[in-house]
């Protein structure tokens, strides 16, 4: 199995300033048809997970610009440019490379 | 628009089955390419993917849950059915189904998850 590690578990944010979320793969996500198959899920309190980031560095249909994906390989890191609010809830990384699809533990943000 | 819901028990007793439906709307599990996964998350932890059934009927399960886990659908009721033997305390969590597409290789629609407790 593809073992997903997040950093920090936990992030303390003040509203406008930056925050960065950091997810390794135990193998390289990067398949043989060139796309990196890692996604970047936001889940706030009590409701379901929803897709932000795409392969690495896509937005979402409807997703703020203030998030951002960048990375390549095994190395891979979530931003939010000016913390919201609404950003309040967990972060996840997840890995489609193969199965089984696996996350990360999840990174706390709280405002 | 594409919308999915969970059904089921909330409470279920050691060693007993779990039976979860999972009724969706907004596509169709007969277009190629398409796919329903189960995805479960205990109280306070990370996500866990549990199986896929695709519009073919392929079947693909965790393989640490594999020897207790059965997915199924029914076309005709745009529904995926997912059963899990053997039930335990540690296996309370919220279950989640939501929409995959093959070629996208990701989850984009989500149901609001049916929660699940073990206990006697």
Same mark, same amino acid.
């Not at chain 1, 990375?71 to 891979?76: A, I, M, Q, V, Y």
């Not at chain 2, 189960?38 to 079947?59: N, S």
């Given at each position: 199995?593809?073992?997903?590690?997040?950093?920090?578990?936990?992030?303390?944010?003040?509203?406008?300033?930056?925050?960065?979320?950091?997810?390794?793969?135990?193998?390289?996500?990067?398949?043989?048809?060139?796309?990196?198959?890692?996604?970047?899920?936001?889940?706030?309190?009590?409701?379901?997970?929803?897709?932000?980031?795409?392969?690495?560095?896509?937005?979402?249909?409807?997703?703020?610009?203030?998030?951002?994906?960048?990375?390549?390989?095994?190395?891979?890191?979530?931003?939010?440019?000016?913390?919201?609010?609404?950003?309040?809830?967990?972060?996840?990384?997840?890995?489609?490379?193969?199965?089984?699809?696996? *996350?990360?533990?999840?990174?706390?943000?709280?405002? | 628009?594409?919308?999915?819901?969970?059904?089921?028990?909330?409470?279920?007793?050691?060693?007993?089955?779990?039976?979860?439906?999972?009724?969706?709307?907004?596509?169709?599990?007969?277009?190629?390419?398409?796919?329903?996964?189960?995805?479960?998350?205990?109280?306070?932890?990370?996500?866990?993917?549990?199986?896929?059934?695709?519009?073919?009927?392929?079947? *693909?399960?965790?393989?640490?849950?594999?020897?207790?886990?059965?997915?199924?659908?029914?076309?005709?009721?745009?529904?995926?059915?997912?059963?899990?033997?053997?039930?335990?305390?540690?296996?309370?969590?919220?279950?989640?189904?939501?929409?995959?597409?093959?070629?996208?290789?990701? *989850?984009?629609?989500?149901?609001?998850?049916?929660?699940?407790?073990?206990?006697?």
């Amino acid at each position: 199995d593809i073992v997903m590690t997040q950093t920090p578990l936990s992030l303390s944010v003040t509203p406008g300033q930056p925050a960065s979320i950091s997810c390794k793969s135990s193998q390289s996500l990067l398949h043989g048809d060139g796309r990196t198959y890692l996604y970047w899920y936001q889940q706030r309190p009590g409701q379901p997970p929803q897709l932000l980031i795409y392969e690495v560095s896509n937005r979402f249909s409807g997703v703020a610009d203030r998030f951002s994906g960048s990375g390549s390989g095994t190395d891979f890191t979530l931003q939010i440019s000016r913390v919201k609010a609404e950003d309040v809830g967990v972060y996840y990384c997840m890995q489609s490379l193969q199965l089984p699809l696996t *996350f990360g533990q999840g990174t706390k943000v709280e405002i | 628009q594409i919308t999915l819901k969970e059904s089921g028990p909330t409470l279920v007793k050691p060693t007993q089955t779990l039976t979860l439906t999972c009724t969706f709307s907004g596509f169709s599990l007969t277009t190629s390419g398409v796919a329903v996964g189960w995805i479960r998350q205990p109280p306070g932890r990370a996500l866990e993917w549990l199986a896929f059934i695709y519009w073919d009927d392929d079947k *693909f399960y965790s393989p640490s849950l594999r020897s207790r886990l059965t997915i199924t659908k029914d076309t005709s009721k745009n529904q995926v059915v997912l059963t899990m033997t053997n039930m335990d305390p540690v296996d309370t969590a919220t279950y989640y189904c939501a929409h995959w597409f093959k070629n996208l290789g990701y *989850f984009d629609c989500w149901g609001q998850g049916s929660p699940v407790t073990v206990s006697s």
